[in-house]
């Protein structure tokens, strides 16, 4: 798992670093590729900024949130991608399971 940061109008925080890869780490078991993670967080006058973009089984995913707190708002990032994650798994193991049929049953 390659996860990159970048901060922008703030100092750059292990402490935010490392509750980021927490976060995302709980992704990784949806995803059997190496996936590769990129946050940017921000500041704009008292508003917290976290835009995530994932990348991993040929998908990518993206989300991004603000709150005035910065854990939450990772918290909130993550939990985005988390449903785009197993939504997109979702779909996939519905199409394998039906083998192309169409979903929706036939009219008598």
């Known amino acids: 798992m390659r996860i990159s940061y970048t901060f922008r109008n703030m100092e750059s925080s292990d402490a935010i670093k490392n509750h980021a890869s927490e976060k995302i780490a709980k992704v990784q078991k949806y995803i059997r590729s190496p996936l ?6 921000s500041t704009e006058r008292h ?3 976290v835009d995530l973009n994932l990348t991993g089984d040929g998908h990518q995913y ?3 949130g603000q709150s005035e707190d910065m854990y939450t708002t ?3 990032v993550v ?3 988390d449903r785009q994650v ?3 798994k979702a779909t996939e193991t519905d199409r ?3 083998g192309g049929e169409s979903l929706r049953h ?3």
């Open 62 to 64: 993206a989300g991004h």
């Open 47 to 49: 508003l917290h900024r």
């Open 79 to 81: 939990d985005k991608i």
């Open 36 to 41: 590769h993670a990129e946050f940017t967080f």
């Open 96 to 98: 394998r399971r039906h």
């Open 86 to 88: 197993r939504d997109t």
């Open 74 to 76: 990772i918290d909130q």
């Open 106 to 108: 036939p009219e008598d």
